[in-house]
């Protein structure tokens, strides 16, 4: 699929997914760990990213999946992207838990990050996106 990164667990290629994502005037990014249950997730978010396609095809949004698990421990490559700690703060917790969470980004910036089965289907998931991160295409 065009516009869709992903990385094997290790801190390098973590990092290379998280500095795209960065890079990327709007990003969705799925945090995955191998010590979770996220694995149920992985379809929900591959339907996600093909019906946002489908609706609208050529916008540059870009999906991403981190494997996060080499990072794990502190997850100080995500804690790193501006506005993670504030989001932290604001919460009174960390914002990965293992499960599933899906991270909006936009100029370098995270927005949101919220788990995905709180989403009953991709067109909730379209939906928040759009209100977050509104389509240029």
């Given at each position: 699929?065009?516009?869709?990164?992903?990385?094997?667990?290790?801190?390098?290629?973590?990092?290379?997914?998280?500095?795209?994502?960065?890079?990327?005037?709007?990003?969705?990014?799925?945090?995955?760990?191998?010590?979770?249950?996220?694995?149920?997730?992985?379809?929900?978010?591959?339907?996600?990213?093909?019906?946002?396609?489908?609706?609208?095809?050529?916008?540059?949004l870009r999906?991403?999946?981190?494997?996060?698990?080499?990072?794990?421990?502190?997850?100080?490559?995500?804690?790193?992207?501006?506005?993670?700690?504030?989001?932290?703060?604001?919460?009174?917790?960390?914002m990965i838990?293992?499960?599933?969470?899906?991270?909006?980004?936009?100029?370098?910036?995270v927005l949101?990050?919220?788990?995905?089965?709180?989403?009953?289907?991709?067109?909730?998931?379209?939906?928040?996106?759009?209100?977050?991160?509104?389509?240029?295409?």
């Amino acid at each position: 699929m065009r516009l869709f990164e992903t990385a094997s667990a290790g801190q390098d290629n973590v990092q290379q997914v998280i500095d795209n994502a960065r890079a990327s005037n709007r990003a969705v990014m799925f945090i995955d760990v191998d010590w979770a249950m996220t694995e149920i997730y992985h379809q929900q978010f591959a339907e996600f990213a093909v019906e946002y396609f489908k609706k609208h095809p050529t916008d540059s949004l870009r999906f991403h999946f981190a494997d996060c698990t080499a990072v794990s421990k502190n997850y100080a490559s995500l804690r790193a992207i501006p506005g993670w700690t504030t989001l932290m703060d604001d919460a009174g917790t960390a914002m990965i838990h293992g499960h599933g969470e899906i991270a909006w980004l936009a100029d370098g910036h995270v927005l949101r990050v919220q788990k995905i089965a709180d989403f009953a289907t991709p067109s909730e998931l379209i939906e928040s996106t759009e209100d977050l991160l509104p389509a240029d295409g």
